[in-house]
């Protein structure tokens, strides 16, 4: 389609035409308005040294992460030559913002009906590296738009582009140029040839992705973009770009290794700090004291490092202390050095069966016990005043036919009895649940809610199976405890949480009992156990429950100690479809568990009401001598199983 074409269909749009004449005209007032303001300062340098949950400090750090800063004047004329071609063409004309460049997006939005990445100038970038987070939020943007027009205002071009160059991230543990250039190549910026200069500025697009070390086939192809941007913008001639092209490379790369690997861990203390000190505190020389437990947080990455086999499935790992909140260790990936983002603290994934857990919890409250009881086989579920059906199916299509138990279901992760529970409630009540529990998640009021289609964020998964393990009470994770200045003055203390009791005691011990059966094998029936393959490493006693969708592996599981939430998958939302791929959640969750509890772990004590009963684990009937198998759990004194449990 012709450009005029597009811009006059773009015009006559007024759904899009009108906001994007606002949004263009509001950019101007604001410009106005901040050009009045000082300029920000540049050259801010604060050192952080971070404690651990014992006082002792493990890593200090000066932000913004100027390793090795160089001059303009000695950085190849390669790199400055090839980030304009590639990343910013309008660099030296705009004042800010590539204004043509959203025009354009817009319009390829407009005409194509895709999402496209839009244009993000140099100078944004260098104001994101300086003074903000790298959150995925409307207030993000916000804030960078304001300290881009700042920038441009009271810095010249030359200034930008040497600050942009000394703070952008290269992988692998490096910011800035000169880092990168001695890590890659073992040379200084200013001796980088065309071939070496064209490698790096392809990295920053994406650090993982793009890496030479990990990925040089993909870092070749984005080698070859920016030679073709840089020719195009006749930087280069075509001998130049031919030579460049043919050169062969010589990666030097090494990647440090540290048993307790904090850089997850700290990109969430920095989250919460900047939530917690005002701006201005942050440009002081700090003294953070946080929750971190190196021990723990070396039996993370050992059980990432020895589980984890195919190098392209990712993870997220949290380790809570129920009672207090503190996050004792956390990994938001397998690898920092390749990846910088945080799955842990950012990520939404599918859940599964991770929500039955929740749904049979408000049924306790409806007056169910564990031996309440359905028949499992093949089931329609009409709704919507019996306009659409649903026809869920057990894992392999295993049904026993027969009347199954809460507790029997909730150990083999039965499908269809969750959704006759879900729809027996009425489905209001498992979001409604999920909500007491601290998930913002919007869950829908359909019968496959139950089954958890619906996509959670990660850490609040591990919040929510905390207050289970915190005997019904509230939690709310943390990172940071204390927070001083370089001289000694205390400018944050954190207060221990107010822990309200959200759920019943009684049930809530009554559940945890429940939720020791994935790991008790004489509740195998139709189904196995959810936790059989790794019932021979466990030496503790444990509650827990997996998740699995198609795409996603997760595994959450507690003492009164710790709890601990394990997801694994890939990022772009492929297919699990080896078994042992859909096993490395369970795998480092329990050689977490058994290598971070003591001998003498405790495990939850009986309230005076909650009384012990032998039953029959699968039909929920009151055990008798004829049983093939027998299972002790708890009820209520008001609320105790019979012979007729359906």
Request: proline residues 4%.
């Amino acid at each position: 389609m012709e450009l005029r074409l597009i811009i006059a269909k773009f015009v006559r749009n007024k759904k899009v035409f009108i906001p994007t004449t606002f949004i263009l005209f509001f950019g101007l007032a604001t410009f106005t308005t901040l050009k009045q303001l000082p300029a920000p300062d540049i050259n801010v340098n604060s050192t952080i040294t971070f404690y651990d949950i014992e006082g002792t400090p493990f890593l200090k750090q000066t932000y913004p992460k100027r390793q090795k800063w160089v001059k303009l004047d000695d950085i190849s004329p390669h790199v400055t030559n090839g980030f304009i071609a590639t990343e910013d063409r309008h660099f030296n004309n705009h004042l800010g913002f590539d204004l043509l460049g959203i025009f354009r997006s817009l319009l390829t939005n407009f005409s194509s009906g895709q999402r496209v990445q839009g244009a993000s100038t140099i100078t944004q970038q260098y104001a994101k590296n300086l003074f903000l987070s790298f959150e995925k939020t409307w207030s993000r943007k916000m804030k960078e738009a304001f300290y881009t027009i700042r920038l441009e205002h009271s810095y010249d071009k030359e200034t930008i582009l040497e600050g942009y160059l000394n703070t952008i991230n290269f992988g692998h543990g490096n910011y800035g140029i000169e880092d990168a250039a001695h890590f890659y190549f073992n040379k200084s910026a200013s001796k980088l040839t065309l071939a070496e200069a064209a490698i790096l500025v392809g990295i920053p697009k994406g650090p993982s992705h793009y890496s030479p070390i990990n990925h040089y086939e993909r870092a070749i192809y984005r080698q070859n973009t920016v030679l073709n941007a840089m020719l195009r913008d006749e930087y280069i001639t075509q001998e130049e770009y031919d030579q460049a092209l043919n050169s062969q490379l010589s990666i030097i790369g090494e990647t440090p290794k540290i048993d307790f690997d904090p850089s997850y861990f700290i990109d969430g203390v920095l989250t919460e700090l900047h939530s917690l000190l005002a701006d201005s505190k942050l440009t002081q020389n700090l003294h953070v004291y946080t929750t971190f437990n190196r021990e723990i947080q070396t039996h993370i990455n050992d059980a990432i490092e020895r589980n984890i086999v195919d190098d392209e499935v990712q993870t997220a790992v949290i380790v809570l202390e129920p009672e207090t909140g503190y996050v004792l260790g956390l990994s938001g990936g397998t690898d920092f050095q390749t990846s910088q983002y945080n799955r842990a603290l950012n990520s939404e994934r599918q859940v599964g069966s991770l929500l039955k857990p929740i749904l049979y919890f408000a049924a306790l409250e409806f007056g169910f016990n564990p031996s309440t009881s359905f028949i499992s086989q093949p089931t329609s579920f009409v709704f919507n005043n019996g306009s659409d059906s649903y026809n869920p199916r057990n894992f392999s299509s295993q049904y026993p036919y027969d009347q199954v138990s809460m507790a029997n279901a909730l150990a083999v992760s039965d499908n269809i009895y969750a959704v006759k529970t879900h729809t027996f409630l009425g489905m209001s009540v498992l979001p409604n649940m999920a909500n007491r529990l601290g998930i913002t998640a919007q869950i829908p009021e359909i019968p496959s809610a139950a089954l958890g289609v619906t996509s959670i964020s990660i850490m609040e998964m591990a919040e929510a199976y905390a207050v289970f393990a915190n005997k019904g009470r509230t939690v709310d994770h943390r990172f940071i405890t204390q927070v001083k200045t370089e001289k000694g003055a205390i400018i944050y203390e954190g207060i221990p949480n107010e822990n309200k009791q959200i759920l019943d005691p009684n049930k809530t011990f009554i559940f945890n009992e429940m939720m020791t059966g994935m790991f008790n094998m004489r509740h195998n029936n139709h189904l196995a156990v959810t936790g059989l393959s790794i019932i021979p490493n466990l030496t503790h006693a444990y509650a827990g429950k997996t998740g699995t969708t198609q795409t996603d592996s997760w595994m959450i599981g507690y003492t009164p100690e710790l709890a601990t939430t394990v997801w694994t998958g890939y990022d772009e939302g492929r297919l699990l479809n080896d078994v042992e791929t859909l096993r490395y959640a369970k795998n480092i969750w329990a050689h977490i568990m058994e290598a971070s509890l003591n001998q003498d772990a405790s495990w939850f004590e009986a309230p005076k009401n909650v009384i012990p009963v032998s039953i029959d684990p699968f039909s929920g009937s009151l055990a008798t001598k004829n049983c093939k198998k027998k299972i002790t759990l708890y009820y209520e004194e008001s609320n105790l199983p019979n012979n007729n449990n359906s």
